[in-house]
DNA sequence: ATGTCGGGTGTTACCCGA
């Protein structure tokens, strides 16, 4: 079974591109985030005709996050318990963010996660984002206190670097997001309740990158952040047989600024 | 000049988020 993950920026602007992608590398699951749609304005065309079913959660032009799969797309759940809803408590539907769907395929329970950005430092947004971490820590901790031989797989955008080698240039990143020591402790402890990062030791730093600035030639300068990862538990991380980034999917006009991430499980 | 993209709207010029 093949699984990816893939921050599109935009599924209505790259259905096609995302299709392709899928039958060259012949996935058999991809969980998609920062969709940018509701749900009734998703196509899914594309991705039917090639036999994948789709689930997707999008409130607004913001966020939103999906899974196709064409092994079994079953229990679809919106949200991990105990996530936290930016705009919760007042707000509507459009300043709700869709920022996590899980579902079954193929026997693993496939979460596509969109962590919040956090904007800045001393932005409410950013508490969210180290509260939204903790909230999932807790939860996928407690599945698998519940089941340790769960097939678990927590992909998706982080929005966390968690080593320095993880971007371009340290000196870049003081008083910034994505590096600092909460968010990266906040990473560490999902990490440490058994969840292991598969992609790593197939593509290891430093210059290995899955997100590019479009701004100031990032890319060409190779200039990026790892920040886009998949995680496993136990009994999933010892199926990983093969892991790439193709950067090829960051090259080009209409490209999405993140690479897909894939892995390859026995 | 953020050497840029997406989305949106009190739309053909700006706004927001990343």
Request: hydrophobic share 40%; aromatic share 10%.
């Amino acid at each position: 079974m093949r699984l990816a993950t893939w921050n599109v920026n935009s599924i209505r602007s790259r259905a096609d591109r995302v299709a392709a992608w899928l039958q060259r590398r012949d996935l058999d699951v991809l969980a998609l985030q920062e969709t940018k749609c509701r749900d009734d304005q998703f196509p899914e065309e594309p991705f039917r005709d090639l036999g994948y079913e789709v689930a997707h959660v999008g409130f607004s032009q913001w966020n939103g996050v999906a899974i196709l799969s064409r092994v079994g797309l079953d229990d679809v759940e919106v949200g991990f318990p105990g996530q936290p809803w930016w705009g919760a408590g007042g707000g509507d539907a459009a300043d709700t963010e869709a920022r996590a769907i899980g579902a079954t395929c193929g026997g693993v329970r496939v979460w596509s996660l969109y962590v919040p950005n956090g904007r800045t430092l001393t932005d409410p947004h950013y508490r969210y984002k180290l509260d939204w971490l903790g909230a999932l820590r807790e939860t996928a901790a407690g599945w698998l206190t519940a089941d340790p031989a769960a097939q678990i797989a927590l992909a998706g955008d982080w929005n966390i670097a968690p080593q320095d080698d993880d971007v371009w240039d340290m000196g870049v990143f003081t008083h910034s997001t994505h590096v600092s020591g909460p968010e990266r402790a906040a990473f560490r402890s999902v990490v440490e309740a058994g969840y292991s990062d598969v992609v790593r030791p197939f593509t290891p730093g430093p210059g290995v990158y899955t997100y590019w600035d479009y701004t100031k030639l990032r890319f060409p300068r190779r200039e990026g952040m790892r920040i886009d990862f998949v995680l496993g538990s136990p009994a999933l991380a010892r199926r990983v047989t093969a892991a790439l980034i193709d950067r090829e999917e960051r090259k080009g006009k209409g490209a999405s600024d993140h690479a897909p991430v894939a892995v390859a499980l026995s």
